[in-house]
């Protein structure tokens, strides 16, 4: 059944787990998530981007999801718009069935440009207005994602920050916080830490100086009751990288946010963590391995098989670690 972020996040923050909210663009996707889901009996958070809802089209990706709950009547699907960057692209997600809509206000409209206060707690607000109006619910933006170790934003895939930020700008101010979550009213709160989208997040193996868990802990003492969420929370694992190097792909050596710092995050009011790199990582791993093993087979459904198990594999992982497990 469909439910809101509100209705799922109330929830889990009363049993104390966090939700994954995984990526989705295509139904292979949709399939591994949702058969995840259903092999741990935990309730799931599937989200698209502008990027995703353009490559599949609204209406493929609506009636995909339509599917996808009908096929798993049992499980709680929240369905939740990421990054969105404006009042139109939230309004449309609510008309396509959307349960739940990111307003990154932390950006300008162009998705590059760090926004200042007043324009982001502006745009919030209208859209929970807006959002609340139709019984859906809201995640807003505090901070610009980006690394700690060279203060650069995501341009690695493309998207968000393209300019130098300052610690500042990295890390959301936790009293800051507390203002913007009483003056917009939104349902959950997204915070910067030092996390950013993309394969490449960390040089080394984060420690408090990358990876600043501490300023969730200190904005949950101001804000016990508030939702938080992780961004760029994918941990980037080893195998995937060392299976998709060893079948002709090139990934760097590099480091993603470890699940234990996200367990921790979850002890302190982190509900929602999103994940979309690691299920890429995933997947690709799964294709280039059947396509180098048996180069004779051009059937899609084959090498897409082998991508959607170890997708699968991936999700139910994140759904025990994070207490999901169990809450269907
Ligand atoms: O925002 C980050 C998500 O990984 C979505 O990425 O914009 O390439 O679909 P995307
Ligand atoms: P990753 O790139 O770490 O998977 O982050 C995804 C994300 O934050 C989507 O909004
Ligand atoms: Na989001
Ligand atoms: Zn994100």
């Known amino acids: 059944a469909r439910i809101t972020l509100r209705q799922l996040l109330d929830h889990a923050a009363e049993h104390s787990y966090g939700v994954p909210a995984f990526n989705i663009s295509n139904m292979e996707q949709g399939l591994a998530i949702m058969a995840a889901a259903k092999a741990c009996d935990a309730p799931v958070i599937l989200?698209?981007?502008?990027?995703?809802?353009?490559?599949?089209?609204?209406?493929?990706?609506?009636?995909?999801?339509?599917?996808?709950?009908?096929?798993?009547?049992?499980?709680?699907?929240?369905?939740?718009?990421?990054?969105?960057?404006?009042?139109a692209t939230c309004a449309t997600a609510i008309q396509n069935g959307f349960t739940s809509v990111m307003m990154d206000g932390?950006?300008?409209?162009?998705g590059k440009t760090p926004?200042?206060?007043?324009?982001?707690?502006?745009?919030?607000?209208?859209?929970?207005?807006?959002?609340?109006?139709?019984?859906?619910?809201?995640?807003?933006?505090?901070?610009?994602?980006?690394?700690?170790?060279?203060?650069?934003?995501?341009?690695?895939?493309?998207?968000?920050?393209?300019e130098k930020l300052s610690h500042d700008q990295l890390l959301t101010d936790p009293a800051e916080a507390e203002r913007f979550v009483s003056e917009t009213g939104v349902d959950a709160l997204a915070v910067a830490m030092g996390t950013s989208h993309g394969a490449y997040k960390f040089t080394r193996k984060p420690d408090g100086a990358i990876l600043a868990m501490h300023v969730i802990e200190e904005i949950h003492?101001?804000?016990?009751?508030?939702?938080?969420?992780?961004?760029?929370?994918?941990?980037?694992?080893?195998?995937?990288?060392?299976?998709?190097?060893?079948?002709?792909?090139?990934?760097?050596?590099?480091?993603?946010?470890?699940v234990?710092?996200?367990?921790?995050?979850?002890r302190s009011g982190v509900r929602k963590i999103n994940i979309d790199t690691d299920n890429?990582?995933?997947?690709?791993?799964?294709?280039?391995?059947?396509?180098?093993?048996?180069?004779?087979?051009?059937?899609?459904?084959?090498y897409l098989k082998a991508a959607m198990a170890l997708m699968q594999k991936v999700c139910e992982a994140r759904f025990e670690a994070f207490g999901t497990a169990g809450h269907a």
């Open 115 to 162: 926004a200042d206060y007043a324009y982001n707690r502006d745009i919030t607000a209208r859209v929970v207005q807006m959002a609340h109006a139709c019984g859906v619910s809201v995640e807003g933006e505090l901070g610009v994602l980006g690394s700690l170790e060279t203060g650069m934003g995501d341009q690695e895939d493309g998207h968000g920050a393209t």
């Open 106 to 110: 932390s950006l300008r409209e162009d």
């Open 280 to 302: 890429r990582l995933a997947m690709t791993a799964g294709i280039r391995r059947t396509l180098a093993e048996e180069p004779g087979e051009f059937d899609p459904r084959k």
């Open 260 to 266: 234990e710092e996200i367990q921790r995050g979850i």
């Open 47 to 87: 989200q698209a981007s502008r990027g995703a809802r353009a490559y599949a089209g609204d209406r493929v990706l609506a009636r995909l999801i339509d599917g996808l709950c009908e096929m798993y009547p049992e499980i709680p699907v929240c369905m939740h718009l990421d990054h969105g960057n404006n009042l």
């Open 221 to 258: 003492r101001r804000l016990p009751n508030t939702h938080l969420v992780m961004h760029g929370s994918s941990s980037v694992p080893e195998d995937l990288q060392a299976i998709i190097n060893s079948y002709g792909g090139d990934i760097r050596p590099t480091w993603g946010v470890p």
